[in-house]
Every structure is written in structure tokens, then in C-alpha cells.
């Protein structure tokens, strides 16, 4: 899997001041980063990726730039039960101006585990370990509401983490967001507050390319390091039998069997296939993907 990104920040204005309280004009700071990520199963249960970044950042007139890799992997345990870490920001250092000295990214370590504890609710904690600060816990969830919509996805989020509380006061360790979610296209939206600097408030456009370009009839598998393209009807209905033998032979309980059927729902959906059986076992004919 390939991808790319791009992000940036800006402060606008900002009053500059004297020692004396006088204000002598105003000047603004920024950063953009330039994303290029790469991803592929290593095994049956196992993915790994790595992202190549290139940053550069400004203050009023003086600029730097910087090259960082992030790299991390998934293990999934179980259909429910997921175990990950990431290695962030391995790279050069980033100066300001000709004279400044390059200052270290922040680099650091994250392990964490997310559990699918039905259809509906997924919950997720994870340890941050900065080379430069201190240890922080991170908890979130995420619960799947029904959209208005037929074939929208709703999501409602909510995290708390320890790291910001000692020096942006309680309130920051709480945030709140949602997304939405619809073919080929979703958004996100994320709220929390800041400490003195009042609320933050993160919004990101997502755009699913394979989506946009698969042929709704066809899909495109890997098989013996070849690349096959065949019916996706066909496909579904092999994964189906693959589902049912699954379940008979290794006694699934009805929340992994919900957790694989949602994926095969929402892989086969987009394809034009007719997903009625799995829906069906899902809770019902008429029961949208989630």
C-alpha cells in the first residue's frame, strides 16, 4: 500500500511586544510537511509500514527544514484484539536561519492495543515514551452510531491522555470528535483544549483512491507474488464459504463473527457486489455496513 499527505500549520498574526507592554508590530510563525508513506503484511497477522517526512517550518523571517522517518507495525491477535507500535520523527535535525543551531525532532517510542468489544464500540489505550519528556498513557473509544444517511458511516470519539496535564491543566487531557464517513470519502473532526491558548480544533478530509479507480465489478488480488484481477462476485462468495468454515471449525463467538462480516461488507460493498447474506447474518437484510 502507498500513500502520501500533506500538512501544515499557521498562526496568523501574532502581537509582538516590548519589555515595557508596548505593542511594536505583529509577525506570524507556520510548518509544512510533506508525507510519503509506504505499507505492506509481512505475514498472515502481522503489517508493517514506515512514512518519510520533510518538514519545513518558519518564524517570521527565518525558515528551516528537516527529513524524518516514522516506522511501526500491527499484530493483529485476534479479529478483536490488536497490539501496534511506531518508532516517530528518526532523522535530521532543524535550524532556524543560516546561524541556528538544529534542534532535535521529537522523537520517540508508542506501543498500544485496540479492542473491537462489539460491532459498535471500539476501544483503544497506548504507552507514548519521548527520548525528551516524560512517560504518558493515552486511552480512547470510538462508537459507531447509525447515520442518517443509508451507507454513510457515523463515527463519535472521545480520548483522555496524561501528558498535557502538567502543564496545560486538566481539561486538556480530554478530547472529543466525531467522523463521517461515505465511499471513497470521509472527514474528521477533533476538539481540545489547550491550556491559556483556548480550544484546538483539528479537521482532516480523507480520500480512499482505490475506491475512486476499482472497476466496480472487478477486484484485484495477490496471489503467489502475482497480481490476478477477477469477478468481485466471485471473490465474495469464496470469502463467504471461507467465513462460514471459519466459524464452524474454529467456534467463533458472535463478536468476532460481527467483526469479520463488517470487513467483508465494507471490502465488497463498494464493488457493486450483492452483500445481502452477510448483512443478513450481520442483524438483518436491510442492515447498513459498519
Do not use: C
Not at 502543564?167 to 472527514?187: C, D, Q
Amino acid at each position: 500500500m502507498i500513500g502520501a499527505g500533506l500538512g501544515g500549520l499557521s498562526t496568523g498574526d501574532i502581537e509582538r511586544g516590548n519589555k515595557y507592554g508596548y505593542t511594536e508590530g505583529y509577525y506570524s510563525a507556520g510548518d509544512l510537511v510533506l508525507i510519503g508513506s509506504y505499507a505492506r503484511t509481512l505475514k498472515n497477522k502481522l503489517r508493517a509500514g514506515a512514512s518519510f517526512k520533510i518538514i519545513r517550518e518558519r518564524i517570521e523571517s527565518e525558515s528551516g527544514q528537516a527529513f524524518a522517518l516514522d516506522a511501526g507495525a500491527v499484530y493483529e491477535r485476534s479479529p478483536r484484539l490488536k497490539f501496534g507500535a511506531t518508532l516517530r520523527n528518526l532523522g535530521t535535525g532543524l535550524a532556524l536561519g543560516e546561524a541556528g543551531t538544529p534542534g532535535g525532532l521529537p522523537m520517540g517510542l508508542r506501543a498500544g492495543a485496540a479492542l473491537q468489544y462489539n460491532k459498535d464500540l471500539l476501544l483503544t489505550s497506548d504507552i507514548s515514551l519521548p527520548f525528551d519528556d516524560s512517560l504518558g498513557l493515552h486511552f480512547g473509544a470510538e462508537y459507531i452510531y447509525p447515520a442518517p444517511v443509508k451507507g454513510a458511516r457515523l463515527a463519535l470519539r472521545g480520548g483522555f491522555k496524561t501528558a498535557a496535564m502538567g502543564y496545560l491543566g486538566a481539561m486538556a487531557a480530554i478530547s472529543l470528535g466525531f467522523g463521517v464517513e461515505t465511499g471513497a470519502l470521509g472527514v474528521d473532526y477533533a476538539l481540545s483544549p489547550y491550556g491559556d491558548l483556548g480550544m484546538t480544533h483539528r479537521l482532516s478530509l480523507k480520500i480512499k483512491f482505490d475506491s475512486l479507480t476499482a472497476k466496480q465489478d472487478q477486484i484485484t488480488l495477490e496471489k503467489n507474488g502475482k497480481k490476478v484481477t477477477r469477478a468481485a462476485a466471485d471473490v465474495y462468495a469464496e470469502t463467504m464459504q471461507w467465513f462460514r468454515a471459519k466459524t464452524e471449525a474454529e467456534k467463533l463467538g458472535r463478536a468476532e463473527q460481527e467483526t469479520l462480516l463488517k470487513r467483508i461488507i465494507e471490502k465488497f460493498s463498494p464493488l457493486g457486489v450483492d452483500v445481502s447474506e452477510a448483512k443478513k447474518q450481520l442483524g438483518g437484510p436491510d442492515a447498513p455496513p459498519r
